[in-house]
Each structure stands twice: as structure tokens, then as C-alpha cells.
């Protein structure tokens, strides 16, 4: 029993330290990421808009020989790794009918009544289409991404500029809405960083921690 | 989980030996505190849900009644999130518990347990805090052990164990998360005992 005394007496100890929490660390800022658009009275509407949890994961499509797809899968491990928790997370379907992301690589085409988010890459340009209703607070899905080069095709630098322009469509995508001041961003208007910052990282965790304006909506 | 019915047939049916070592195989269930508690904008948990588990103890006289033993524990179960009032899964976690043992009488069929080890986790996917690669840390636990005699050679037991270790993975470290997650784990498991 004298053992078991001993025993105790250093379990008391371990139960002391177990009241440890573990600390959150001071985040630096974040950039804005949400668009403010005037509206009829005068005021201005806030979209904002991150995927719920019940989406996940979010089903992105892609054609099987599409030059974006590399791109798209590598966007999707960076966002994803952009988060502690899983707050959103993305797989690849075969069935475009049931996307929620479609991505293509065609000139994005005229639409009207349409939130155009684009991105200017040096070989390629990017835009995402967000068919957002302020009035009734929906964004109707599928969202749009479209990839093209800006010159040539077969330029050497394509399948860079493609997964960093896809990266930067997908972060729209995501909930991201706005423009990076910061040339250093993926989400800069003019991308050049293949990958993602920890300003990024930071804005995509603050967008899907506070509240949206824009909810999901017509899920296939 | 399915060699357990023939793992326990091979334990009943092993030949008793001269030493008295003991080999224990048990089933349970663990319940851990949550690893992570993060506050963005509300407040974010992450706690593994109750895991069924499995325990293979070996264990020899160390004079005056007690026992030493080294013990293996698996327990696997869905690592849950409560996202500030959302809940979601995120993959399977599992752990291995590696444990020295000091085993002393209290009454009868009662015995304390107490002893250090470490805890091995596991995840199905390595994304989110376990990105940089999954912990093992330091455990200490302690708990009691009631068995009851059903043969010259065979003996059931019901074990119950409270363990803490300290948690936090390299990708918090990283992220500049401080201190650590202080995870308590209660086990309590039932299985049959063969000494040899």
C-alpha cells in the first residue's frame, strides 16, 4: 500500500497539470474578404458566405482530361490544409450535375445578374461566377470557375499559372470574396504565389468564423 | 475486433505452465476529454468519441502480492468537432497506449493498478492539428481491477482505468499554440485472465 501512496501522491501531481488548457495563439490580421454593394435604399448589402458544415465535403467537378485538374486537386489540399478543424474540406466528382464548384478551362462566358470575382496571373486569367440574391440571402449553387490562358496555350509557365489562378478561383470559391492587397496573397487580384499564405490561412478561418450574410442554396 | 472470440478460445485453451505469469485480454470502452478547446469567433472542441477497446496485459510476481506487467491498448473511434454549436466527424482516431504496470492488492478480488507509459495517436487522415504529423506523448494512470476465479487457470476480470497525458501536435507548436491540452481518459474494460 505504500506503493500505492507513492503512486497516488504523483498522480496528484499529473492531475494538478491537468487543468492545462491549451492556448490560442494572438492571430495576425487577416484581410477583408467580404464584398459590400450598395443596394436600393441607398445602404450597402455585406456578402459574405462560407460553406456550412453540413456540405462537406463540398463536391467540386472537373472533366477527367481537363489542364486545370492538377491544379484543382492541389487547390484543394491547400485550402484544406488552411484549416485546424475541417471546416471545409472538398472532394472531386465525375457527375457535374451534382457539383457545387464546376470548373472549367473555357473564357468565362457573359451572365447576367452574376458576382464576377476575377484574377489577372501573368499567362492566365480567372473568374468565378456567384449567383447571389442579397434580398433572400442565398447563393445558388453551382458556383462557376473559369480558367483560360491569356496568350498562348502551350506557354511553359501554363500549368503554374494554372494551379495558382485556380487556387486563387477556388479561394473565391470557398468564401473569400474579396481582393488581397498584399502582392504576397494568392488572393492578390494579380496572383503570383503558388500556394498559400499564412494571411490566406488566416482570412479563410476568420470567414468561416463569423457569421454569413449568404447561405447555400439549391444543392443538387 | 473479430479475433477477440478466437483469441479468447486460444487463451481458455492454452497449457497451464510452472511460472505464474499471467496473460490478460480484455474489451472495453474509452471515454478522453477533449484534445483541443480553440475560441474563433465561438468556441471549437475536438474530442474523440467513445472508443471501443482492446487490451492485452502480460504480467509477472514481483514479490509481496504485486504484479509487474506491460500492457497494449487500442481504442478507435470518430474524432468529433463541435464547431460552435455544429458538429462534425473528421475521420477515425485511434490510439495505442503502451503502459508499464504496478498491480497491488486492496481485498481479495480487488488490486490497484498504477503505471507510466505512452500514448500513440493515430489518425485516419493526417489533415487539420495532426498535418504535421500525429503525437505520441507521455501517460500516467491508475485504476482498479476486481477478477473472480472461474477455473484453477482462468480467471475474469473488470478493470477500470483513468489515464492523462499532456496533448498538443507539431502543427499547433507551429502555429504558435501554447502550453498544452491537459486529456483525461476513463477505460473500463472486462476480459479473462490465464496464468501460466
Redesign the interface.
Known sequence: MRHLGSFLLVLGAAATAGCSEIASPRRAASYEYRVFVSNQTGGTDTLAFHWPRSTMPVRIWVASDDPLREGVLAAIERWEGAFLYGEWRADLVSDSSRADIIVRNVIAPAGPNLSRLESLAPQCLGATDIDANRAQRRLTLPIRVYVWPRFLANDPEMPTCYRLTVTHEIGHAIGIFAHSPNSGDVMFANPVLDGISERDRLTAETAYHLAPTLEPFGRR | MRILPGALVALALAAPLPAQTTLRLSAGATQSTRL???????T?E?TPAIAPTIALQVSHPAGRG?RVGIEARVASSALE?D??G???E?GTLRTLEVMAL?D?PIARDVH?H?GVGAILYRPSEE???F?EGAPTRWQ?G?GLTWSRPVSPSLTVVATGRYA?H???TR??DT????????V?RVGLTLGVERSF
Open positions: 483541443v478547446e480553440d475560441n474563433l469567433g465561438g471549437i475536438l504485486y468537432v464547431d460552435n455544429a458538429a462534425d473528421l504496478l497491488g490497484w498504477a489533415t487539420g492539428i498535418s500516467v491508475a492523462f499532456p496533448f498538443t502543427r499547433l502555429l504558435n499554440y501554447g502550453q498544452f491540452q491537459a483525461h
